[in-house]
């Protein structure tokens, strides 16, 4: 079952902040998050696996909640090399597979 | 410089003419997979590989094959393709799981089927 992002797209000028969230209905597993530039393959972010769990640095963080059901993708001051198209990557027990969300398109302008 | 490589990187091709693109990493991870990514949908599981030998289907494996006899390859194969299956590919590494390591993603295979 394909985790839902929210939102689908977002602009934001140099500065300011976004956040991003990845929702299932089911207990995941993991979460993964990537960043995929236009043209590009996707970069490996973070990968959160317990819940409750915080991850990253001051400018980009995630977290996983306690319920392991939704993680949120924290972008504080956002630079014009933020822009892109993120995705959150689910992983469930019992398998492994890695189902993908739709992306989040991130346009920062200066 | 580990890495994973994707061959070849643009191929247009007609209605039913077999094909194959080739996946290779250098890193000796075990696990491997393959994603088509179609615009709004993102990227969706074609099929994935624990090791040598082992593969499973993903969310999408209709319509294509893949094998694993070394570690370092996982071809995927198209053996009618057809205009639906014009995407964009990626193949992708990791060290164990998949679900609980990093992901190592290909350049990318832009496929265009007449």
């Known amino acids: 079952q394909q985790p839902v992002q929210s939102p689908q797209a977002v602009i934001l000028r140099e500065g300011e902040d976004a956040v991003i969230n990845c929702s299932s209905s089911?207990?995941?597993?993991?979460v993964h998050w990537y960043r995929q530039k236009h043209g590009e393959a996707p970069v490996f972010l973070m990968i959160l696996l317990k819940g409750g769990e915080q991850k990253g640095h001051e400018k980009i963080s995630a977290s996983f909640n306690e319920k392991k059901q939704q993680s949120s993708l924290y972008l504080t001051a956002s630079q014009l090399s933020y822009s892109g198209t993120y995705f959150c990557g689910t992983g469930n027990t019992g398998g492994f597979k890695t189902i993908f969300g739709a992306g989040t398109r991130l346009f920062v302008k200066a | 410089e580990a890495q994973v490589t994707q061959n070849p990187r643009y191929l247009i091709t007609v209605t039913g003419k077999k094909l194959t693109v080739t996946c290779s990493q250098n890193?000796?991870?075990?696990?491997m997979s393959w994603y088509r990514q179609d615009p709004g949908l993102g990227l969706r599981q074609i099929y994935y590989?624990?090791?040598?030998?082992?593969?499973d289907k993903g969310d999408v494996p209709e319509g294509y094959k893949v094998s694993r006899k070394e570690k370092r390859n996982f071809p995927l194969i198209l053996e009618s393709p057809s205009p639906n299956q014009t995407s964009l590919y990626f193949c992708a590494s990791s060290p164990r799981t998949g679900y609980t390591d990093t992901q190592y993603f290909g350049p990318g295979t832009r496929l265009t089927v007449l």
């Open positions: 890193m000796n991870h075990e696990y």
């Open positions: 590989s624990m090791n040598v030998e082992v593969t």
């Open positions: 089911k207990a995941l597993y993991s």
